[in-house]
Each structure stands twice: as structure tokens, then as C-alpha cells.
């Protein structure tokens, strides 16, 4: 399979990382970035092909990954749909916010399109990617999907697109809540006396432990808590404070309030497009 990048940021060098480190043969990928720079980084660093045009990217391409911000989608997307409409290929966009009614109305035509949302983790392999299929993504796509996205760690689909702006809100943010509870916890411990290098270490180490857990345990989050709450004990007296002060339903407003933002964001590239 033929793959081609357009757009050379982090996230293309995460999954072109990934790949290679798979057994893809460097022929079989190719990227296009604007910047000459980053095609060169590209080059040395993963011996892929680079160009600066994005035809000539995905001209020999299966699957192409549209990498771009979401306010470069649309010219990059209309860039390639004269290209596109020679053959069937599958586009992929990893852009938060854009609607497959979108990239569809941009590419035109009945290309089959996947929209999806990685995290920030997934640029060292530890993310999460959750996707929606569009029309005409049969299992043998879903598939190919997944073998280039699951480079940068598992892959999630999701049956109703509205639901993606709750993706976006509990795993696309997500890193930012655990960064800013280890941030807190570090305060905490260095407020105590602690010194910052120590208090930096114990949080963020028990934040990768507690999340290891929960993915290798056949236990719900609520059971691994309660195996490390002792009644009448330190941690007990913790949650009670946590519990006490509202932290579930201040989550729940935060969540919400984020899958809202999110769906306002993707408004703003027109809600109901009329196709090409």
C-alpha cells in the first residue's frame, strides 16, 4: 500500500516513524510540506520521498493523510481533487473540527473519506485515535486505517459523527486535565516541603502508573480505586475532600463545555455544505 502525507508536521513524523519502524518500505511513502526544511528532515531521517506539490504526493498513492492545520484543510483538500477523481483512493483527515460533509464538499466527487481525532500523546507513540467512516469505507478501508494509525497507538471507531466533538472533548483535551492534575499534585508536594524535581517525579510516575493500570486491568477504574482506599485511611481522607468539593460534576461541565466548543469550531467551516 502506497501511503502519502500532506503536511510534514509532527504528527506525519510520529506515523512515519511508526511505519517505518513496522517494515514500510520507504518507497511506499511519500509527503508533501511546502517548507523545504521539512521535507529535508523527512528525507534524512526516514529516507521517504518529498515534494512540495500535493498532486504529485499522492499520484501513486492508496491512502492519502491530510495533516494540515483545519484552516489549511480547505486549500489542501482542493488542491488534490482534480488528482483524487482519477481513481479511487482513501483520504484521511486527522484536522480537528472538520466534518466529512466538508471534505467531501472540498474533494468532491464520492471520495471515501475518514475523519479522526488523535491526541498529542500519539507524537510518541502513547495516543489515542478515535475515527468516524464516512460513505463508501467498507471493512478492507477500515482496515488500512487502521494499520497506518495504530502507529501512534489504538484506534477507536465511532459510529455517529456528532459524537466526535465529545472525542474531542474527553480524549482530543484530555492530556491537558492530566497534565494539569500532575501539575497540581506537583504544587501540592512542593507547598508540603517537597522538593520540585522530587514532587515532579512522584506525580507524574504515578499518573503513567495509574494509567497503565487501567489499560492492563480487566477492572473498571472504580474497582482499581477502591483496592487503594483503605477505610479511614490517607486516600480516603483525600477523595472525601475531592469528592466533597464537587470534582465529578465540575468534569461533567468541563466535558461538556469543551464538546460545545468543539461543535461552534466546526460551524465555523459551514455547517450543512453543499456537496460538489
Known sequence: MHIAFIGGGHMTTSLVGGLRARGTAARDLCVSDPVAAQRD??????????????????????????????????????SIAAELATRRRIVVSIAAGIRVANLLHWLGGDTPVVRTMPNRPALIGAGITAAYAGPGIGHADRAAVERVLSTAGPLVWVEDESRMDVVTAVSGSGPAYFFLLVEALEDAGVALGLS???????????????????????????????????????????????ESAGLREIFAEAIAAAARRSAELADQFGAHPERK
Open 41 to 78: 528532515r523527512l528525507e534524512f531521517d526516514f529516507g521517504v520521498r518529498t515534494t512540495p506539490a500535493n498532486a504529485e504526493a499522492i499520484r501513486e498513492a492508496d491512502l492519502v493523510v491530510l495533516a494540515v492545520k483545519p484552516q489549511d484543510m480547505a486549500e489542501a483538500a482542493q
Open 196 to 242: 520540585r524535581d522530587v514532587a515532579r517525579q512522584l506525580a507524574a510516575h504515578t499518573a503513567l502508573g495509574a494509567g497503565r493500570m487501567v489499560t492492563e486491568s480487566s477492572d473498571p477504574p472504580a474497582r482499581l480505586r477502591e483496592q487503594v482506599t483503605s477505610k479511614g485511611g490517607t486516600t480516603a481522607a483525600a477523595l472525601a475532600v475531592l
